[in-house]
């Protein structure tokens, strides 16, 4: 059974604008599959798929703008978290909260995951790429499934056709707070301060190209 829809997943149509799109194209002739059968066909599939309830959900692939944010957010994670208990980890790691599995852009887990591990259900931090296809399940359905998981702290909601952070905490109850080029981010559940324009290093975005001009125009003093 597994292999069947595994097989069904790559005959899908993959110029479909929304991020996922369902393997069964009718659900009342396609049996739900369990926990078990997904974490195994995932270990077998050329495709990463999202597992909601019973059902799974072919990924598309990411822009290189989207691999540049997720890239310089994880680095900057994982040079600051170097030899300390939490762990940043890249879009390969599952995050399971009751019966649904996501694969986050970037998430950090303070739990030492065994080696052989490919999901954890205690993150600390998630991060999700946002774009016009992911952008409104990121800010519903996937927030509505994040906040709960009693061990996550912030989640980041970063743009990459504009240059903007949502960063929602627990702390304040979910409230959202924005930062933009020059604004710099304090994490508190990991004690790391990191700056905007360093999360969209390389990006090409109209926000990011206008800051850098304008930084380029002012004295060092102005910059300062």
Known sequence: MIVSFYQISATLN???????????SNRAHQPLISEQEYLEGELHSDIKHEYIDGMIYAMS??????????????????????GKPCQP?????KVKIGSKYFYPDVLVDCTDLA???????NPTIIVEVLSKSTKQIDKTIKF???IQILSLQEYLL???DTAEVEVLRRRTNWKAEHYFMGDEIKLDSIDL?????????RVKNTDVLEWLEKQAQQTPIEQE
């Not at 692939?61 to 170097?82: D, M, P, Q, T, V």
């Open 61 to 82: 692939g990411a822009s290189a703008a989207h691999n540049r944010i997720a890239g310089n957010i994880y680095g900057e994670f994982r040079n600051h978290l170097k």
């Open 158 to 160: 970063v743009e990459q």
């Open 14 to 24: 993959a110029n479909q604008p929304y991020h996922y799109r369902c393997m069964m």
């Open 193 to 201: 301060s990191i700056k905007v324009a360093d999360i969209y290093d």
């Open 144 to 146: 509505n499934t994040y």
């Open 89 to 93: 980890y890249s879009a390969d790691m």
């Open 115 to 121: 080696d052989d591990q490919y999901f954890t259900d």
